[in-house]
């Protein structure tokens, strides 16, 4: 097969392919498994029934069986583990590397959990297990403890050798760990510079000394800033007393990064799953998961109603009033929005760090003062010429720089205090903070338009 | 020095040490910087003065002083390079990959960018000049020319040979490619696998044929798809001849997702700098990046405002109109950006393709519905028992389903649309569709209220 063929099917066409050969020729069918790389299969997946699932993932090596698992939307996963029987879910979970087969554990049911452990060979479980133990969303969580290491005193000849014995275990091997007697990390090669080095000399020499690693309870999103930082392909995990237990590979801290950033995004936009949507789930399941935060919404804007509803003499004296009201909404609250953003995203990137917070506050006020000031005026205007009223014209930009400001002190307030008081972050959310300002600019508004337009 | 002890010190304390030394003692500093890894000095140049950035780049190795240019924002480094002179500056970007180079080039001023490329030694500068001609988001734009591949009739011990000659240039060879005479690429292995293979056995054994591949032309973001699909650490990039041009590398494929999630996460938060703010620039500047569109959403908050005038005497008929115009530009509005948010990552992460087009916008609407009738009936009791008019529930709840409907719709259609026609995809702003649902949503209030409330 030459490169690039593969790319020429279209995932759709082959899902129905799939679920046409599973049906009429089960001998095609493992003829065309077998040409189809485990990631692809996965992606064909949905378009088959659960029966031609099960059935797909009997006739295939464990091996390329626990890659297809693991591709698969979680949603997926619990009923085909049930079809396929416990005896065939541990042979696949076996041939997976450790920190993968903790993932997927990690989400079964507690008895099915312990069921299957019993049932893996005891080297795996104990691996299995040890790897649970740590939090999932820390570096104990996501690390492999499938990584090639040395002792100090071998030749590069001697060092070969030994990883051509422990090659087909390490996950990686790109990266060679130099450790001394206690298991503590002193250095490291590339297999790279063992390639190019003088046989006969120790590895000490080739060696890098000041290896940059991560403690084992360290947070999964700085494990990833640090590998981004660097450009590492792996990072190794260590424990208090420097004992090497592990390293976190690159192809995991992409997962990282695109889990942190849809977290981002959807706290952001206001979806009450914080890790997205399975594309996969029955709409009552969709709408379960964004009516609270909509509805609660409601409630906020029902708040703003109020306010409104309180100054409803201001309001009958002058229907106008209403007219601006969006504007007095809708500006703070876009204006948050915009700093909320800027801020979360400098957080994910590391571009801002927890112990900026005053410097960023500053910042964000500066800039609200001014992007404050050229709406207001804008507004002020407009409002001005349409209605002809100086004094409307005051209130309206008056309020509307105000609100601004606040918008955005609030938009990067929030974030930064919550990222540092660890809180649960959807309190960040997009919509919670402009239905915040929702109440807030209402205030002001007809406060200042009662005081400066009805007295 | 052990590991980790490079975290000890603080990204702020280090900048200030750095100033510090650089004024007193020039000696001490060229200690201090010796010990330092490239990625940790660029973190501390924000608290440098230019002169002080100058001259600690001319005492470091140019392949040292590349690592921290790349590291630096951009608008830092133009006045950098000019600090540092032409010669100093080709003899860093002599040392940075090719595409590194090519990528810092790419934002020079013309005539500054042809001066360089004339004193870059003749060999790298083909390279740059024929990574420049490629799209700076393409494959061919993001690619490395530095990669290992061998003439597929060579032996593995001919292989590991081969590879030790010329391991010094190749950015990353633990994927090794095979190619025949024509230099179309035919297979790959891992340097693993080479090195526990029979040294004797002719690599055209030991490689995988079918070998997953990119076109020059194809999508940074479709690479990277790719790339964190079969958990890749490089991709091979091909041209329509099946000729091996370069390869991709999982470093840079961090940087584009890290780039595409800023910016999906800026156009849906309406800041009109697709690729987030720098953190060292001055107030007016990111404020004249967030004015565009704050001033432009006002205006669209005018235009709601004038719904609500050509409504006008409905209002002063039925003042209590107003309570409830939060709720109807807020709710449509917060459901327009879930969508969106739903949408725009499953394209990002590749869960939604663009031939998915109808099937979404069918799952959406599905969605859509539901949380619209659940959200209006909340709305409508609600409004019956404040206000104790069951007319203005109706009213209430019937225009906020209806526009939820719409909102939903516009949410997954806009996107998916903008995508499909490869259109600038900053018109899918958050803000934007939610200032459009403000409109439309004011729009169907007053209508249903004048025609059900005030016959």
Same mark, same amino acid.
């Given at each position: 097969?030459m490169?690039?063929d593969r790319?020429?099917? =279209?995932?759709?066409d082959?899902?129905i ?5 599973a049906k009429?020729?089960?001998e095609?069918l493992q003829e065309?498994?077998?040409k ?10 949905p378009?088959?029934?659960l $029966?031609q699932r099960v059935?797909i993932l ?8 626990? =890659? ?6 979680r949603?997926? #996963?619990?009923p085909?583990?049930e079809g396929?029987g416990r005896?065939?879910t541990a042979?696949i979970?076996?041939g997976m590397?450790g920190d993968d087969?903790?993932d997927?554990?990690g989400?079964?049911p507690?008895? !099915?959990? !312990?069921?299957l452990?019993?049932i ?8 299995i297990?040890?790897l649970l133990?740590?939090g999932t ?5 996501i690390m492999?403890t499938e990584?090639?290491?040395?002792q100090?005193d071998?030749?590069?000849r001697q060092?070969?050798q030994?990883?051509?014995e422990?090659? =087909?275990?390490?996950?990686i091997?790109?990266y ?5 007697q206690?298991n503590?990390?002193?250095g &490291?090669?590339s297999l790279r510079e ?6 006969e000399?120790p &590895?000490e020499l080739i ?9 084992v309870?360290t947070d999964?999103?700085?494990v990833?800033?640090?590998?981004a930082k660097?450009d590492f ?7 208090d007393d420097h004992?090497?237990?592990?390293? #976190? ?9 695109? !889990? !942190?950033?849809t977290e981002?995004i959807?706290r ?6 914080l890790?997205?949507e399975?594309?996969e789930?029955?709409?009552?399941r969709? $709408?379960a998961?964004r009516?609270?935060?909509l509805?609660g919404?409601?409630?906020g804007g029902?708040m703003?109603?109020?306010v409104i509803?309180f100054f ?6 002058m229907?106008?009033l ?7 909404a809708?500006?703070?609250?876009n ?6 953003? #800027?801020?979360v995203r400098g957080?994910?990137?590391g571009?801002?760090g927890s112990e900026d917070?005053l410097? /960023?506050?500053?910042r964000?006020t500066r800039?609200? #003062?001014?992007?404050?000031? /050229?709406?207001g /005026?804008?507004m002020? &205007? ?12 005051? /209130?309206v930009?008056l309020?509307l ?6 918008a955005t002190?609030?938009?990067?307030f929030i974030?930064?205090?919550i990222?540092r008081?660890g809180?649960?972050?959807a ?8 239905t915040?300002?929702?109440?807030t ?5 007809f406060s200042l338009?009662s005081?400066?337009l009805?007295r």
């Amino acid at each position: 097969m030459m490169p690039g063929d593969r790319s020429i099917e =279209r995932k759709g066409d082959r899902g129905i392919l799939l679920g046409d050969l599973a049906k009429k020729s089960p001998e095609k069918l493992q003829e065309y498994l077998k040409k189809l790389h485990p990631s692809d299969l996965a992606e064909a997946f949905p378009a088959l029934n659960l $029966a031609q699932r099960v059935k797909i993932l009997r006739s295939i090596e464990p091996e390329d069986a626990a =890659r297809v698992i693991f591709d698969l939307d979680r949603e997926m #996963v619990v009923p085909l583990l049930e079809g396929l029987g416990r005896q065939r879910t541990a042979k696949i979970l076996e041939g997976m590397p450790g920190d993968d087969a903790a993932d997927l554990l990690g989400e079964l049911p507690r008895g !099915e959990k !312990e069921k299957l452990l019993g049932i893996i060979a005891a080297a795996e479980a104990r691996e299995i297990r040890m790897l649970l133990a740590y939090g999932t969303e820390t570096a104990g969580g996501i690390m492999t403890t499938e990584y090639a290491a040395v002792q100090k005193d071998l030749t590069g000849r001697q060092a070969i050798q030994a990883l051509r014995e422990t090659a =087909r275990e390490a996950e990686i091997i790109y990266y060679v760990y130099v450790v001394n007697q206690n298991n503590q990390l002193i250095g &490291v090669f590339s297999l790279r510079e063992l390639i190019i080095a003088d046989p006969e000399a120790p &590895v000490e020499l080739i060696m890098h000394t000041g290896v940059i690693s991560v403690n084992v309870r360290t947070d999964q999103e700085e494990v990833a800033r640090q590998v981004a930082k660097y450009d590492f392909l792996a990072i190794p995990v260590i424990n208090d007393d420097h004992e090497l237990l592990g390293i #976190v590979t690159i192809d995991d801290i992409l997962d990282v990064i695109e !889990e !942190e950033a849809t977290e981002d995004i959807m706290r952001l936009s206001g979806n009450i799953d914080l890790e997205g949507e399975e594309y996969e789930v029955r709409t009552w399941r969709r $709408a379960a998961k964004r009516l609270p935060w909509l509805v609660g919404l409601l409630f906020g804007g029902l708040m703003a109603g109020n306010v409104i509803n309180f100054f409803s003499g201001a309001l009958e004296t002058m229907t106008i009033l209403a007219f601006f009201i969006h504007i007095l909404a809708g500006g703070p609250g876009n204006a948050a929005t915009q700093s909320l953003a #800027v801020v979360v995203r400098g957080l994910a990137t590391g571009e801002v760090g927890s112990e900026d917070v005053l410097k /960023v506050i500053w910042r964000e006020t500066r800039v609200g #003062v001014l992007i404050g000031l /050229v709406s207001g /005026v804008v507004m002020a &205007v407009t409002a001005y010429i349409w209605q002809g009223i100086p004094l409307l014209g005051l /209130v309206v930009g008056l309020s509307l720089a105000v609100s601004i400001v606040i918008a955005t002190l609030l938009g990067s307030f929030i974030p930064l205090i919550i990222h540092r008081l660890g809180i649960d972050p959807a309190l960040a959310s997009g919509p919670f903070i402009t239905t915040l300002m929702d109440i807030t600019s209402m205030l002001i508004y007809f406060s200042l338009a009662s005081s400066i337009l009805l007295r």
